[in-house]
């Protein structure tokens, strides 16, 4: 079993829609949580981050964190054809560098 | 700042030859981590770099595989010799110190014939 899971879609929906893209993970010592964002043919590039649980906001981006589920949510709203990406969680445990990606979900707004 | 400037972009060779790709990190950052990309493993770490100093090559798939950093703005990562199944897409990123958010480069698509 992966460390963190997530459904690499691919996820298609029309311009305008709430979008909820989702991680699961195993290690209960990850505190640090990411969303990166990464374009055909990029890099990742960092969207978002929050430490342990909780929620953060970004404008349009929401990021949740559920520890007691092991669980992450990124929600995209009044989703815009410029969102289409690659989004990627990723974690780690405090005090350590490594970070732990999942998969990556495909992600297509559609005009 | 140019950002970590990782090269070549695009490097096909064949099997059995020996592959080296470049990244210098963003000016300042002391933190250098390598990964893998590909479309059934994801983005997988391959070693990281604090200091200069390889701290954790779990990831280095074997052997054939080596990373070096000599200075604090220069590392490669060698493919000695390359097989088919290393064709992915490497990416360098950097960071400061213990700061959560990494910088990644455009990346190298290797392709092994």
């Known amino acids: 079993q992966k460390e963190v899971e997530q459904d690499p879609g691919p996820l298609s929906v029309p311009e305008g829609a709430i979008v909820s893209l989702n991680c699961t993970y195993s290690?209960?010592?990850?505190?640090?949580f990411m969303w990166y964002r990464q374009y055909s043919r990029k890099g990742p590039e960092l969207l978002m981050y929050t430490y342990s649980s909780g929620n953060k906001e970004d404008g349009r981006f929401t990021a949740q964190v559920d520890k007691s589920s092991k669980y992450i949510s990124l929600f995209i709203r009044d989703s815009q054809p410029s969102d289409s990406a690659t989004y990627l969680c990723a974690m780690k445990i405090q005090g350590a560098q490594k970070l732990v990606f999942g998969q990556g979900t495909r992600l297509t707004i559609n005009p | 700042d140019a950002g970590v400037i990782q090269s070549p972009r695009h490097e096909v060779t064949e099997m059995g030859q020996e592959v080296t790709l470049r990244c210098k990190p963003i000016s300042g950052h002391n933190s250098l981590f390598w990964y893998r990309q590909t479309m059934m493993r994801g983005l997988e770490l391959l070693i990281y770099?604090?200091?200069?100093?390889?701290?954790?090559d779990s990831g280095m798939p074997e052997d054939r595989f080596s990373a070096k950093m000599p200075n604090a703005s220069f590392s490669t990562l060698k493919i000695q010799p390359s097989e088919p199944r290393d064709s992915a897409v490497y990416f360098c990123?950097?960071?400061?110190?213990?700061?959560?958010?990494?910088?990644f480069g455009q990346g190298t698509r290797l392709t092994v014939v």
């Open positions: 990123a950097s960071s400061l110190g213990m700061n959560t958010e990494a910088f």
């Open positions: 290690n209960s010592a990850f505190q640090y």
């Open positions: 770099f604090n200091n200069n100093v390889p701290i954790d």
